[in-house]
């Protein structure tokens, strides 16, 4: 049987995206997101439930989220699913935490309303300034040069 841990989720930072180098050199960043859920009750009392998420990012995804990004910026996050499991110091108890590795952020609205996307994995072809890769199949580059032309 196969599996699928696939995650796409829009929301808002709840914080300043913090970068950090590992020991092995590579970028590291965690994010903060908000992810806010409303509806309307049978008896038309408007509600509000709020979803907090933890991400992390690596590599020139984790550079431009940190340059980029800001409190309160909307996001797409689109990763995976990971557990983390460790013991607790003080009190010696199992603990965990499920988080999503993101592999790909797209910056939506804010800072002059221009859309920006960042790869965590580019695939082989050129990058762009705002940080996505060029499809580097040989269909996809046709239709583009066709819409270039």
């Known amino acids: 049987m196969s599996n699928l841990n696939r995650v796409m989720l829009i929301g808002n930072l709840t914080r300043t995206p913090e970068l950090r180098t590992v020991g092995n050199g590579a970028?590291?960043?965690?994010?903060g997101l908000a992810i806010n859920r409303n509806w309307t009750e049978p008896d038309g009392?408007?509600?509000?439930?709020v979803t907090y998420v933890d991400i992390t990012v690596w590599g020139r995804t984790a550079e431009n989220a940190a340059k980029f990004?800001?409190?309160g910026r909307s996001v797409f996050v689109e990763g995976r699913l990971q557990l983390d499991t460790w013991k607790d110091a003080q009190?010696?108890?199992d603990r965990s935490k499920l988080r999503v590795i993101g592999d790909r952020l797209q910056f939506l609205g804010g800072a002059g309303s221009h859309e920006q996307s960042s790869e965590a994995s580019e695939p082989a072809g050129e990058s762009?300034?705002?940080g996505a890769a060029t499809p580097s199949s040989p269909q996809r580059g046709r239709y583009q040069q066709r819409r270039a032309a």
Not at 45 to 49: L, M, V, W
């Open 91 to 93: 009190t010696g108890q």
């Open 69 to 71: 990004l800001t409190k």
């Open 27 to 31: 970028q590291v960043c965690e994010l």
């Open 128 to 130: 762009t300034p705002g």
């Open 45 to 49: 009392q408007r509600r509000e439930e």
